[in-house]
Structures are given as structure tokens and as C-alpha cells.
């Protein structure tokens, strides 16, 4: 196995990204580590997402919306993606049950895990597109 050494640089955006459950693209990353590494580059922050995706310490999620979106949360869980505004919501997942064993049954290899996403409305935009404004609960 590789030795991958530390970076500053991988060490800020792992700070910021636990620090989040918004699930920030890398744009966003990028804007908010460069306020106390001003010469980051875009780039540094693709290759060390990538880096950071590839060794399972943060999971990318594909919302659909061109934008890639970073999580750092590891423990099992899924994901709500809101159709109008496009936030990203942890949900519980559900686990290795029913969908992953039939999924299993009709494939030749190995499932090992499996993450779902789940489309629809959030609470805020259920009700700002019902007309009424969201109580904040």
C-alpha cells in the first residue's frame, strides 16, 4: 500500500469538510479554505477531493445538477436531494437488507454496500411552492 504524505492543504479542506453537513461542491470548498490559504488553487482542491474520494475518507455525491458535492461523514447513512433548490440532506440509511440481497441475487459479483438517493421537495420549498411560508420547526 502507498504511504500518502499530509498537506496543509488536504489537512484545511478535511477541516472544513467535517466542520459541514451542507454537503459543499468543490467551488465552495475552494472559496471558503482559500480565506486562510490564499494561494490554493481550484485545482489543488480537484486533486485532493479526488485523492480524499479515492482513500474512502470522503464519499462524492452526484446530485444531478453538474456540481459534484463532498461529504465527509463516512458512518452509513443516505442521502435527499431537493428537485427545486438542490440542498442535500442526510437521511438514515436503511442498510444492507431486502434491496442490497436482491441485488445480489442477480449479480455475479460481490455487493458490498449501498447508498440511495431520495428525490423530492424539502421542507422549505414543499412550502414556498404551496404558497405559505416555511414555520421553522
Known amino acids: 500500500m502507498v504511504k500518502i504524505r499530509r498537506s496543509r492543504q488536504r489537512d484545511a479542506i478535511m477541516t472544513y469538510l467535517k466542520s459541514r453537513t ?23 482542491v480537484y486533486r485532493n477531493l479526488t485523492l480524499l474520494n479515492d ?10 445538477t453538474g456540481a459534484d458535492h463532498f461529504d465527509a461523514n463516512m458512518m ?3 442521502h435527499f436531494i431537493c428537485r427545486n433548490c438542490h440542498s442535500i440532506q442526510d437521511l438514515p440509511h436503511i442498510g444492507q437488507g431486502e434491496p442490497t440481497a ?3 441475487e ?3 459479483g ?3 454496500e449501498s ?10 420549498c414543499k412550502q414556498l411552492l404551496a404558497g ?4 421553522n420547526k
Open 22 to 44: 451542507d454537503h459543499p461542491s468543490a467551488e465552495q470548498i475552494y472559496e471558503s479554505v482559500k480565506q486562510t490559504m490564499p494561494n490554493i488553487s481550484l485545482g489543488t
Open 55 to 64: 482513500l474512502g475518507e470522503v464519499r462524492t455525491i452526484y446530485a444531478g
Open 76 to 78: 452509513p447513512h443516505d
Open 102 to 104: 436482491l441485488a445480489g
Open 106 to 108: 442477480s449479480f455475479t
Open 110 to 112: 460481490v455487493v458490498e
Open 115 to 124: 447508498y440511495t438517493y431520495y428525490y423530492g421537495l424539502c421542507a422549505v
Open 132 to 135: 405559505s411560508v416555511p414555520d
